[in-house]
């Protein structure tokens, strides 16, 4: 804001004077400056970007001549070739072991426990007795039944004689010939109940755990042991009914156990069910195993496998060759492959097989593969389609077997 007036104060006397108002001139200089400023630093800035660019670029083009160049290095792996071999045709199924005979002894009449002759888990031969109940009063009523039929009989046989001399009426022969019949009767019965006090055992077999004690009262069906005859064994199992074409009675028959993994019992196949299940479309075939040692016992489950006289022709490789894959199994080739220069290379080539049967280590080929052709037994879940490899069958790797065995550590 411009004053109209300005008083100045002299030195010399306090005179006062009176000046006119001077414009103030414009910032001009600060103005050039400050854009000049803006100018260096956008210049700069620029240059940084190009510089960055360049460099960048630089390593682009360097990565790209280096791709060019880069070969990816080969994988590892172990080889096999796809054998040809003759397999036993056979079915498999999980069964239950049965025993030939089995049976819950129990008592036909009460009465109370005077004497066990067994042990639980012992082995009876049939008519050994198991258990005898109280007899006493049975006993006692016999010897009197016994009198009685003495002396009817001893009736009977006067009467007769008497009848011969006509001294008797026929009504008096048939009273005392009934009579006599009667006391034989009772005789004959009590007899019986006295050996029905004495249970003996019905066949040879293995006693179960028993459940009666000395001086237990017995009811009429009271159960007291368990009997079971496990040599030989019964096995029972299921087939789906297009099996029914291929067995038959007297097939040779496979069976073995996780309890004991390194025995297998042999037997055959002694009974095919007439029916078919309505619900599942299964057959119920039974085979026979024999049982000396007694290692297998009623109730367990077991693996059975029924063995056709025909063989088939296969071509078999280790079950570590395959790749599983939702959209189906495959297994890597190994072929030959020449670059342009002329030196050769191993490479992976991925093929779809359809498997068959599997048997220890060892699957079988139905299709895809043939006879004599080289395959990757292991390292194939690293490799795609076309991969460079190595062989290295120097690596010590578990050989594919057909009926391996644990070793024992």
């Known amino acids: 804001m411009l004053e109209d007036w300005q008083h100045v104060t002299a030195g010399n006397g306090g005179a006062t004077a009176m000046h006119a108002p001077q414009p103030q001139p414009r910032p001009v200089v600060k103005r050039r400056s400050k854009r000049r400023s803006w100018i260096i630093a956008g210049a700069s800035i620029v240059l940084v970007l190009l510089v960055l660019a360049g460099v960048k670029g630089t390593q682009i083009a360097a990565m790209i001549k280096a791709s060019k160049s880069f070969a990816i290095p080969p994988e590892s792996v172990t080889s096999a070739k796809v054998e040809a071999s003759e397999w036993q045709a056979s079915r498999s199924a999980v069964g239950t072991l049965i025993a030939v005979r089995a049976v819950t002894v129990s008592s036909e009449v009460p009465g109370m426990v005077r004497r066990i002759a067994i042990e639980s888990g012992g082995f009876v031969h049939r008519g050994d007795v198991l258990v005898e109940l109280d007899k006493s009063t049975e006993e006692a009523q016999l010897a009197a039944s016994r009198a009685d039929a003495e002396l009817a009989k001893a009736n009977l046989e ?18 005392a010939d009934a009579k006599a019949k009667g006391t034989a009767a009772n005789v004959a019965q009590l007899q019986a109940v006295i050996a029905k006090k004495t249970i003996r055992a019905p066949f040879d077999g293995r006693v179960a755990i028993k459940q009666v004690e000395l001086g ?156 004599g052709d080289t395959i990757v037994s292991s390292g194939a879940f690293k490799l795609r389609n076309g991969a460079p490899v190595v062989v290295r069958n120097d690596i010590v790797t578990p050989s ?7 070793v024992d550590e």
């Open 400 to 406: 594919a077997e057909l009926a391996p065995k644990p």
């Open 158 to 175: 006067r009467t007769r004689t008497l009848r011969q001399s006509d001294y008797t009426s026929p009504a008096d022969l048939d009273a």
């Open 216 to 371: 237990q009262v017995l009811g009429s069906g009271t159960p007291i042991t368990s009997l079971q005859s496990i040599d030989p064994m019964y096995a029972d199992f299921w087939f789906p009914q297009q099996a029914l074409a291929e067995l038959n009675v007297g097939m040779r028959a496979r069976l073995r156990t996780d309890v004991f993994p390194r025995q297998v019992w042999e037997g055959q196949v002694e009974t095919i069910n007439p029916e078919v299940d309505v619900s599942t479309r299964n057959v119920r075939v039974r085979a026979t195993f024999r049982n000396p040692d007694g290692r297998l016992k009623p109730g367990m489950f077991a693996n059975i496998e029924v063995l056709s006289p025909d063989k088939n022709r296969v071509l078999l490789i280790p079950s570590t060759a395959v790749v599983y894959a939702p959209y189906g199994d495959s297994v890597f080739a190994i072929e030959e492959k020449k670059d342009p220069a002329g030196k050769t290379s191993l490479i992976a080539h991925q093929k779809f097989v359809r498997l068959g049967e599997r048997r220890g280590d060892l699957v079988s080929v139905t299709s895809g593969l043939s006879a």
